[in-house]
């Protein structure tokens, strides 16, 4: 398979942060580019992030990975409720805002439809992608999703996968906006919702593409 596989860390509704690294690395059609998920929540546009997306799942092969945010959303688009006060409080709220709605079940359809259709987790020859963490010694399509989504590196990191292939992984905010490498693992997630950035990763040479909340190139100049 010709082009590159990328990996693209957590977005946050930072619309403009994404439009800038799919630009700065030219993303292409043979690219394979997988989105590590949390499209949503806390930045100001959430549905314009949602909606590149789409746009870009015909500019590239885009393998999208279902975030925590991304989950919270879509349970709460079949109008159970449950968790809609504690979604608002973790960046909910803005989401709403984006959409000009007051729940996600009034969120357009081909947005819901993009969200249920990411994946658990990507697997390539060498790598495996999950949006949080992973139990070492399950095989991937035996990983519990609370621990795929929710699992913070901080509370408990994984060792190397039974695989032997190295992790890609993005929710664990890394605030010293360093791509945190124990060659095994990568955590790209560098709190763009923060004081960070969001990284856009060529798996294969560790080339990176960063830019800050407004676009423009991370570290600034
Ligand atoms: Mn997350």
């Known amino acids: 398979m010709s082009g590159r596989l990328l990996a693209l860390g957590d977005i946050h509704g930072y619309t403009a942060a994404l439009d800038a690294v799919v630009a700065a690395a030219e993303v292409g059609v043979e690219d394979t580019l997988v989105a590590l998920g949390d499209f949503v929540d806390r930045g100001p546009d959430s549905r314009?992030?949602?909606?590149?997306?789409?746009?870009?799942?015909?500019?590239?092969?885009?393998?999208p990975?279902?975030?925590?945010?991304?989950?919270?959303?879509?349970?709460?688009?079949?109008?159970?409720?449950?968790?809609?006060?504690d979604w608002l409080r973790f960046g909910g709220e803005a989401t709403l805002a984006s959409y000009e709605c007051t729940s996600p079940e009034q969120f357009p359809?081909?947005?819901?439809?993009?969200?249920?259709?990411?994946l658990p987790y990507y697997e390539a020859d060498q790598h495996f992608f999950?949006?949080?963490?992973?139990?070492?010694?399950?095989?991937?399509?035996?990983?519990?999703?609370?621990?795929l989504r929710w699992d913070s590196l901080r509370?408990?990191?994984?060792?190397?996968?039974?695989?032997?292939?190295?992790?890609?992984?993005?929710?664990?905010?890394?605030?010293?906006?360093?791509?945190l490498d124990l060659d095994y693992l990568k955590c790209i997630d560098t709190w763009i919702y923060g004081d960070g950035c969001?990284?856009?990763?060529?798996?294969?040479?560790?080339?990176?593409w960063q830019a800050d909340k407004t676009g423009h190139p991370f570290p600034s100049e």
């Open 109 to 118: 359809e081909e947005h819901l439809a993009f969200l249920r259709a990411c």
């Open 130 to 147: 999950v949006h949080a963490s992973y139990i070492k010694e399950l095989p991937l399509d035996k990983q519990p999703t609370e621990v």
């Open 48 to 63: 314009g992030t949602v909606q590149r997306l789409i746009e870009l799942s015909s500019r590239c092969r885009l393998a």
């Open 155 to 179: 509370y408990r990191l994984p060792g190397p996968h039974c695989s032997g292939k190295k992790a890609i992984v993005g929710h664990t905010a890394q605030k010293d906006a360093q791509v």
């Open 65 to 85: 990975i279902l975030g925590n945010h991304d989950e919270m959303v879509l349970s709460l688009s079949t109008g159970s409720g449950v968790g809609f006060g």
């Open 198 to 208: 969001l990284t856009l990763l060529d798996v294969d040479t560790g080339q990176l």
